[in-house]
């Protein structure tokens, strides 16, 4: 009995260890994001001073009025918006590709999902030079739809609505298409609502991936009027280096969306990076 | 006749882009690296003249190409093992406890790998400021001097390398943790009654159960540090002196900013080769594993 009870007191004692030590390693993980968010809130003096006081002692709004009045961050995120939304109509592309691949037979199937696969282990740095000059070539440099276009579709989406929507019993859409309901009725009104759980999934990794997007953003918009957050922020840190709260206020509107989308689907996007363990 | 058609009208959209944004454009690179072409060639085409593996043999001669694949080698040799040891350790840690509290640290963990790489090296690049950032604060209250973190050539590589692990560990800590949902509970309960500790049910029961998982992830983080750009682009710029500048960085410089397009296919050519010939290594190493 005694020897049970001291190894439960042990067992106690080495989780309450390991607790302390990951809150530790958790504190430290996030606190660059806590200093970028304190640091938005204060006076430039203040944010430069040292030794740095860790909360504001004159707290301001005027970084984030900046962003939005004098310098054109509003534009920047329309612009970001857009671009999440033509990455939702990819979206849909990809879901209907899946349906193909998962229930249709048809000619070509096979080498067609092939290249689906293949492109998964396409390095962008790869393509990003010839891609900069097809989209040259269709006259799409500097518009909003090219910088989109690049990373519409993913071949490990497709991969992934296609083993979700496999699951989905033949006989269902079978009866779709006997009360007479159009093929895209069937996709629309069977299928999609089917697939929500990876839909989901789906919706909240395009969105976080459109929102964040760098390189191509950078690459095709050479015109201001088509910057997107991120790029308006990189080039914050060659203008502005020496005002470090209005920097920090700029990556706050960046990141605080993401962290709010996160909080709410946190199941989602876990379970989104899950899958990509699946590869 | 309907019916026939319809599988390709739900996949050609989808094909149309696959093909045209990823698998043409290697085409398209494999052609140009062997011409000169350039920005001029936005003015005339005629411009563009076929110059055979020239760019190659020049590449090949380029110190800064050289000092690009050596940075990129350096970070994914010290990189591979400090993200997956760090992600792995912290995953273990994690599944310790199922307790909500321990449920609620993992956002934590999970937060740097969903967020924009720009805004994380943009608040790095104040933690990390000579004058007035935070570390070099921290570290005069035990007297060391001030600390050049992203102005010194070794130490620059250090720092732009740390952020990449900190926001790098996220990801995998979630795909070592749905690994350990698969490891058996019968194992570790019969192992416990033969009297092993902890520790030897970690290392002789979990880590072996988990080496397609820590496998899976050395590929795709070795894949990710020959590819790394994002922190080095906004942190350092490549700098100082090349000393960040890696692979993608230098095709990137060439590409983009010296419109050498040329060129910098050629490069992009090589990186390929390079990550397609780890990727079958790794993948051969796997199998010989397998057969074992």
């Known amino acids: ?69 004098e310098l054109d961050f509003g534009r920047y995120l329309v612009n970001t918006i857009l671009v999440v939304l033509i990455g939702f109509i990819g979206l849909m592309f990809m879901a209907m590709a899946g349906y193909a691949f998962a229930k249709f037979d048809f ?3 096979k080498w067609m999902f092939f290249l689906v696969l293949a492109t998964m282990m396409i390095p962008i740095q790869v393509t990003m030079i010839p891609t900069y000059l097809i ?19 993913s071949g490990f989406a497709i991969f992934l609505f296609r083993q979700f929507m496999t699951t989905i019993p033949t006989e269902m ?11 895209f009725r069937t996709f629309w009104q069977i299928v999609l609502p089917m697939s929500k759980p990876i839909l989901a999934v789906q919706i909240v990794l395009t969105f976080i991936s459109g929102w964040n997007s760098f390189l191509w953003p950078l690459i095709i918009a050479s015109d201001q009027k088509l910057y997107t957050l991120s790029v308006g922020l990189a080039l914050l840190n060659q203008q502005l280096a020496v005002n470090p709260s209005l920097q920090m206020a700029a990556a706050s509107v960046m990141v605080i969306p993401i962290l709010i989308v996160f909080i709410v689907f946190q199941r989602y996007v876990i379970q989104g990076f899950a899958l990509s363990g699946l590869k | 006749m309907r019916n026939r058609l319809t599988p390709y009208l739900f996949v050609s959209p989808a094909m149309l882009l696959l093909i045209t944004f990823g698998i043409f454009p290697i085409l398209v690179a494999a052609v140009i690296s062997t011409t000169n072409m350039n920005i001029s060639a936005f003015a005339d085409w ?20 050289w000092q690009a694949i050596g940075n990129t080698g350096l970070f994914a040799v010290f990189g591979v093992p400090a993200i997956v040891i760090l992600s792995l350790g912290v ?54 001097p001030q600390v050049q973190w992203l102005s010194d050539p070794i130490l620059a590589k250090f720092s732009v390398a740390l952020v990449a692990v900190w926001r790098g560990t996220g990801l995998n800590i979630i795909i070592f943790l749905a690994a350990l949902q698969g490891v058996p509970k019968e194992y570790l309960e019969a192992a416990s009654l033969d009297g092993a500790g902890e520790w030897k049910k970690t290392f002789s029961i ?17 894949i990710a540090w020959l590819q790394f750009f994002d922190e080095p682009f ?8 090349g000393a960040t500048t890696s692979a993608s960085i230098f095709l990137y410089k060439e590409g983009f900013r010296l419109n050498q397009f040329g060129y910098a296919s050629a490069g992009s050519i090589v990186l390929f080769a390079i990550i397609a010939v780890i990727t079958l290594i790794q993948l051969r190493v796997r199998r010989a594993d397998d057969d074992y």
């Not at chain 1, 859409?173 to 159009?182: F, H, K, N, T, V």
């Not at chain 2, 906004?234 to 002196?241: A, E, N, Q, R």
């Open chain 1, 1 to 69: 009995m005694t020897t049970d009870r001291t190894h439960a007191k042990r067992r106690r004692a080495l989780t309450v260890t390991i607790g302390i030590a990951l809150g530790i390693g958790a504190l430290i993980t996030a606190f660059p994001f806590l200093w970028m968010l304190t640091t938005a809130f204060k006076p430039q003096r203040e944010s430069v001073t040292f030794p740095p006081t860790i909360l504001p002692q004159a707290p301001t709004l005027e970084w984030f009025q900046m962003l939005f009045t």
């Open chain 1, 107 to 109: 000619r070509g199937r």
């Open chain 1, 135 to 153: 989209l040259n070539g269709m006259k799409l440099t500097n518009t909003l739809l090219g910088i989109a276009l690049p990373t519409l579709v």
């Open chain 1, 173 to 183: 859409l079978e009866a779709a298409r006997l009360d007479g309901a159009g093929e």
């Open chain 2, 46 to 65: 005629n411009n563009v003249e076929f110059i055979g593996i020239d760019n190659y043999t020049k590449l090949f001669a380029d110190p800064d190409f």
């Open chain 2, 91 to 144: 995953a273990l840690l994690l599944n310790h406890s199922q307790s909500r509290f321990f449920r609620s640290l993992r956002a934590f963990y999970f937060i740097p790998a969903i967020t924009a790489i720009v805004a994380i090296s943009l608040v790095w690049g104040y933690l990390y400021n000579t004058q007035f950032g935070l570390l070099n604060y921290l570290f005069s209250l035990v007297g060391v």
């Open chain 2, 206 to 222: 979990v880590i072996p159960l988990m080496r397609f998982a820590i496998f899976f992830v050395s590929v795709t983080t070795t």
């Open chain 2, 234 to 241: 906004v942190l350092t710029d490549g700098g100082p002196l």
